[in-house]
């Protein structure tokens, strides 16, 4: 399937990241423009947008809510984190196969990659 997913494993627990909250915007006609809301499943996958979104290519910026996601997990966190929202800025040409957009994530770190995969 033609469409942009994430997939975030909280490498602080070993585990794949249920629960965090995801929001996608694209820049339409110099405007950023809300696509979809989502929350990772318990694989730590959310699905962001589909091939009608994504098919044309374009500017992208992905929000990633960790900070209430770190809360949920009852870990001891200050109150100003560290790692809190995190807006995640790109640019696709035309899309023809499906993109993953992988975090690996902890109350101080993060960092992503991006793969693609065949269309089913």
């Known amino acids: 399937m033609t469409n942009l997913s994430i997939e975030i494993l909280d490498s602080a627990s070993g585990a794949m990241a249920r629960g965090v909250s995801v929001e ?4 339409e006609n110099g405007d950023w423009v809300q ?3 989502a929350k990772t499943d318990s694989d730590g996958q959310a699905i962001l947008c589909t091939e009608d979104d994504i098919k044309e290519g374009g500017y992208f910026e992905v929000l990633v809510f960790l900070g ?3 809360d949920s997990t009852g870990r001891d966190l200050p109150q100003i984190k560290m790692v809190d929202i995190i807006p995640l800025r790109f640019g696709l040409e035309p899309v023809t196969t ?3 957009l992988r ?4 109350p101080t770190s993060y960092s992503t990659a991006f793969s693609t995969r065949a269309s089913a």
């Open 24 to 27: 996608i915007r694209k820049i």
């Open 103 to 106: 975090m690996t994530v902890s």
């Open 68 to 70: 209430a996601y770190f």
């Open 35 to 37: 696509l979809e809301t």
């Open 98 to 100: 499906g993109i993953d």
